[in-house]
């Protein structure tokens, strides 16, 4: 049994009751997560960060009064960012980029199974990207009419085998751990071919390596 203490803490943010309530009778069923606080709207995130202190924010793209994307932006400003997971329909494809790109570690459609809730948790919250492979062809049909975030005019280094592989596991969601464990290399060895990577890509963090490799075709 999970102590309180090393569970997962987590923040939902989602105008729609009955999509809030679900969310969190599904984590009461997983026993490495706590759901420690809940807010309506985009524009009690920030307050709601510094009062439960999160580890991890599960937030609705499409709120009425602020949305995530915004929430987003003022939790960067108010210097309060933490992991966090966009809650997506397939219809969100272009937001969910915009989402990406204001700091948001990942995306999960709503109807996402527990397993792939509590997976995803736990890879953002060791520092993983998460891509679900579900909605990455929508999301990448809507890369090309967004900024990148990045200079493409200057062309990247190019990345060994072993660094695509890492970089395809990167973008899987996979943390360093588990990608040390797939790839049969110690963790090290991945935290310093992760950090070849983002230098190579010229990028800053993980997200924005897989945006960029996604642009360039490498993925």
């Known amino acids: 049994m999970t102590s309180e203490q090393t569970k997962i803490r987590v923040m939902i943010a989602e105008d729609q009751n009955l999509v809030r309530l679900g969310i969190c009778s599904l984590l009461e069923l997983s026993e490495r997560i706590v759901v420690v606080g809940q807010v309506e709207d ?11 202190t999160p580890d991890v924010l599960l937030m609705d ?16 400003e108010a210097n309060c960012m933490v992991p966090s997971i966009i809650l997506t329909t397939f219809d969100d494809s272009q937001l969910v980029l915009e989402g990406i790109q204001a700091g948001a570690k990942g995306y ?47 062309a990247p280094d190019a990345l060994s085998e072993k660094e695509i592989e890492v970089l395809r596991l990167m973008a899987g969601g996979f943390s360093n751990r588990e990608i040390s464990r797939t790839i049969h290399k110690s963790e090290g060895t991945v935290k310093n071919q992760v950090s070849s990577i983002l230098e ?20």
Request: glycine share 10%.
């Open 42 to 52: 985009g524009s009690q995130v920030v307050d709601g960060i510094r009062r439960f």
């Open 61 to 76: 793209i499409r709120m009425p009064k602020m949305t995530g994307i915004d929430a987003l932006r003022a939790m960067s």
């Open 108 to 154: 999960l459609l709503k109807d996402v199974s527990l397993d792939s809730l509590v997976g995803a948790i736990e890879s953002v919250h060791a520092g993983g990207t998460l891509v679900q492979p579900a909605i990455t062809e929508r999301i990448l049909k809507g890369l090309s009419s967004m900024e990148p975030g990045f200079d493409n005019s200057t």
């Open 200 to 219: 190579k890509l010229g990028v800053r963090d993980r997200t924005q390596a897989v945006l960029r490799a996604i642009n360039l075709g490498l993925l």
